[in-house]
């Protein structure tokens, strides 16, 4: 979510050397040789990462579709993950969302180079230039100016913020850089691109993508938004809630924490059973096998055709061999190149869940992996070695790399914190714990409650529920939160004084592992008098 990305919520077995890729023609094999070899990978995966389940489904052109569910859909549950069980896709949605402005460019309703405002009136960015040049393509690639994440806890967790307090408050999100100055991912402006198809349309995102894409495309188990979920096999969410940090520990079974309103950035439900057809008209352009065309060949290169740079670099190394040259955002999709192919990916991220999608278009292939846990590694790694094998590359032990990385990201982590936790900070409080409550408010998120409780003082974010806890000295001036572990991440509350008096409250992710979309640093906080 994160982020809705796949960033967010990112053992050894006795011969490991079994999970790296070798010689098997990928085209050729039989179901019986994709069952052992993919079926291998997955139950390595998951025991290696104590993952209770995972979905998998590999395309290949003039092949049987591969799906295959592994493992259950939540810890200590017999219910087993099988191809039809429901995974949250998150930021995977916004492919749609880009085929769906694709089909409204096709029908001439609207065009990629047209202003934002155009569409919604009331528009706003913070900087006026920024708002006048927006454009359609513009709602979609991730240079708007807007820091990483910027808004999403207007999104994340679960909120009292409608689509439309999320539009409005858009307009007091400040720019980290200059209008299509570089890269930053968001998911407050495919919201915005949802509102855009709503008001072109007539029919909201979910009703628009249902008829348009998902009816079309066969996908009869797959829903918009997870309130329209109408069956008991969905995937659980689990994720590793410390201590020392989120993202340690063992795992624990979490609640699901989105809304409807993330549909055009994060909504869609889907399964290894239905996922197959999406992959297959976007490899066919558009096309469906009937000859139906959903959107055009040049919306397809459209959507396909780099726009914002993300990462540059050197290219393959013997501890990566995969790492790309240059790493670009299309519309709804990564570009890449992979082990001398294109590669189109994109990842999902929710609470408890983390799902990856990738094309190889030249070799007419595609996989997904989808994941019931909150840890990237696994679906990344899974989705490497399948990508691997379908390009018939070097083998490479993809499970041992990325037991390497996770170990690295939380050595680095644990330097900033103690064996229990983030380190208190020096220093004191200069007023009495009376002197800090107030009502303050943000102009984007709205306000907080700070008042005293007994000996101590409590928080309430009153528009997240989730967001209310007793606080903790924690430097000066600076209260720490205490979240119920499954809420997300906790916040370090900085109250600046001056004169004796609160003037404003500032906060920060007290993690170093907090993913984006916790973005407590863009809030801005003065008293309500």
């Given at each position: 979510?994160?982020?809705?990305?796949?960033?967010?919520?990112?053992?050894?077995?006795?011969?490991?050397?079994?999970?790296?890729?070798?010689?098997?023609?990928?085209?050729?094999?039989?179901?019986?040789?994709?069952?052992?070899?993919?079926?291998?990978?997955?139950?390595?995966?998951?025991?290696?990462?104590?993952?209770?389940?995972?979905?998998?489904?590999?395309?290949?052109?003039?092949?049987?579709?591969?799906?295959?569910?592994?493992?259950?859909?939540?810890?200590?549950?017999?219910?087993?993950?099988?191809?039809?069980?429901?995974?949250?896709?998150?930021?995977?949605?916004?492919?749609?969302?880009?085929?769906?402005?694709?089909?409204?460019?096709?029908?001439?309703?609207?065009?990629?180079?047209?202003?934002?405002?155009?569409?919604?009136?009331?528009?706003?960015?913070?900087?006026?230039?920024?708002?006048?040049?927006?454009?359609?393509?513009?709602?979609?690639?991730?240079?708007?100016?807007?820091?990483?994440?910027?808004?999403?806890?207007?999104?994340?967790?679960?909120?009292?913020?409608?689509?439309e307090d999320i539009l409005h408050g858009l307009q007091f999100?400040?720019?980290?850089?200059?209008?299509?100055?570089?890269?930053?991912?968001?998911?407050?402006?495919?919201?915005?691109?949802?509102?855009?198809?709503?008001?072109?349309?007539?029919?909201?995102?979910?009703?628009?993508?249902?008829?348009?894409?998902?009816?079309?495309?066969?996908?009869?188990?797959?829903?918009?938004?997870?309130?329209?979920?109408?069956?008991?096999?969905?995937?659980?969410?689990?994720?590793?809630?410390?201590?020392?940090?989120?993202?340690?520990?063992?795992?624990r079974q979490v609640p699901p924490d989105e809304q409807d309103?993330?549909?055009?950035?994060?909504?869609?439900?889907?399964?290894?059973?239905?996922?197959?057809?999406?992959?297959?008209?976007?490899?066919?352009?558009?096309?469906?096998?009937?000859?139906?065309?959903?959107?055009?060949?040049?919306?397809?290169?459209e959507m396909w055709t780099p726009q914002t740079i993300t990462?540059?670099?050197?290219?393959?190394?013997?501890?990566?061999?995969?790492?790309?040259?240059?790493?670009?955002?299309?519309?709804?999709?990564?570009?890449?190149?992979?082990?001398?192919?294109?590669?189109?990916?994109?990842?999902?991220?929710?609470?408890?869940?983390?799902?990856?999608?990738?094309?190889?278009?030249?070799?007419?292939?595609?996989?997904?992996?989808?994941?019931?846990?909150?840890?990237?590694?696994?679906?990344?790694?899974?989705?490497?070695?399948?990508?691997?094998?379908?390009?018939?590359?070097?083998?490479?032990?993809?499970?041992?790399?990325?037991?390497?990385?996770?170990?690295?990201?939380?050595?680095?982590?644990?330097?900033?914190?103690?064996?229990?936790?983030?380190?208190?900070?020096?220093?004191?409080?200069?007023?009495?714990?009376?002197?800090?409550?107030?009502?303050?408010?943000?102009?984007?998120?709205?306000?907080?409650?700070?008042?005293?409780?007994?000996?101590?003082?409590?928080?309430?974010?009153?528009?997240?529920?989730?967001?209310?806890?007793?606080?903790?000295?924690?430097?000066?001036?600076?209260?720490?939160?205490?979240?119920?572990?499954?809420?997300?991440?906790?916040?370090?509350?900085?109250?600046?004084?001056?004169?004796?008096?609160?003037?404003?409250?500032?906060?920060?992710?007290?993690?170093?592992?907090?993913?984006?979309?916790?973005?407590?640093?863009?809030?801005?906080?003065?008293?309500?008098?």
């Open positions: 979510m994160s982020g809705f990305a796949g960033s967010r919520r990112s053992f050894m077995i006795g011969g490991l050397s079994g999970l790296a890729v070798a010689a098997l023609p990928a085209f050729a094999a039989a179901p019986a040789q994709l069952e052992d070899r993919i079926g291998g990978w997955a139950e390595r995966f998951r025991a290696a990462f104590d993952v209770p389940g995972l979905a998998v489904a590999v395309v290949r052109r003039n092949q049987p579709d591969f799906t295959q569910g592994y493992g259950v859909r939540a810890l200590g549950k017999p219910a087993p993950v099988d191809a039809h069980t429901l995974f949250g896709i998150a930021s995977n949605s916004k492919a749609f969302t880009a085929a769906a402005l694709a089909i409204l460019v096709d029908a001439g309703k609207i065009g990629w180079e047209d202003p934002v405002t155009r569409y919604i009136p009331e528009f706003r960015m913070s900087d006026p230039i920024a708002t006048k040049l927006m454009t359609v393509r513009d709602l979609l690639v991730h240079r708007s100016g807007l820091a990483i994440g910027a808004g999403d806890l207007m999104e994340f967790p679960a909120s009292t913020h409608t689509i999100l400040k720019l980290e850089r200059g209008f299509r100055a570089g890269y930053a991912y968001d998911n407050i402006l495919y919201i915005v691109a949802g509102i855009l198809i709503q008001r072109v349309s007539g029919q909201s995102w979910e009703d628009f993508v249902t008829a348009r894409l998902l009816k079309p495309l066969g996908m009869s188990e797959t829903v918009a938004v997870r309130s329209r979920i109408r069956t008991d096999n969905v995937a659980g969410r689990h994720a590793r809630l410390g201590p020392p940090l989120r993202g340690m520990g063992p795992m309103k993330i549909a055009a950035a994060g909504g869609i439900n889907t399964n290894v059973h239905d996922v197959p057809a999406w992959l297959r008209v976007q490899l066919n352009r558009g096309t469906l096998p009937n000859g139906q065309g959903l959107w055009s060949a040049a919306q397809a290169q990462e540059s670099g050197p290219g393959p190394a013997a501890d990566n061999p995969a790492r790309p040259v240059i790493e670009a955002y299309a519309l709804g999709w990564d570009v890449q190149d992979y082990r001398g192919q294109r590669l189109l990916s994109h990842g999902g991220g929710l609470t408890g869940q983390i799902t990856r999608h990738a094309l190889l278009p030249e070799l007419g292939c595609a996989v997904a992996v989808y994941t019931n846990v909150e840890d990237g590694y696994v679906a990344t790694g899974l989705r490497n070695s399948l990508l691997d094998w379908l390009v018939g590359a070097p083998s490479y032990d993809w499970l041992a790399a990325m037991q390497r990385r996770r170990a690295k990201r939380e050595a680095d982590a644990l330097k900033e914190v103690s064996g229990t936790g983030p380190r208190r900070p020096a220093g004191g409080l200069s007023l009495p714990l009376p002197a800090y409550a107030g009502r303050y408010r943000d102009s984007w998120y709205g306000d907080i409650v700070v008042a005293t409780k007994g000996k101590q003082l409590a928080i309430d974010f009153t528009r997240t529920p989730v967001f209310k806890s007793l606080l903790e000295p924690w430097g000066p001036d600076t209260f720490r939160t205490r979240f119920p572990a499954e809420a997300g991440e906790d916040a370090v509350v900085t109250f600046a004084v001056k004169n004796g008096v609160v003037t404003g409250v500032t906060m920060k992710p007290l993690s170093p592992l907090a993913d984006f979309s916790f973005d407590y640093q863009h809030l801005d906080f003065v008293p309500v008098r």
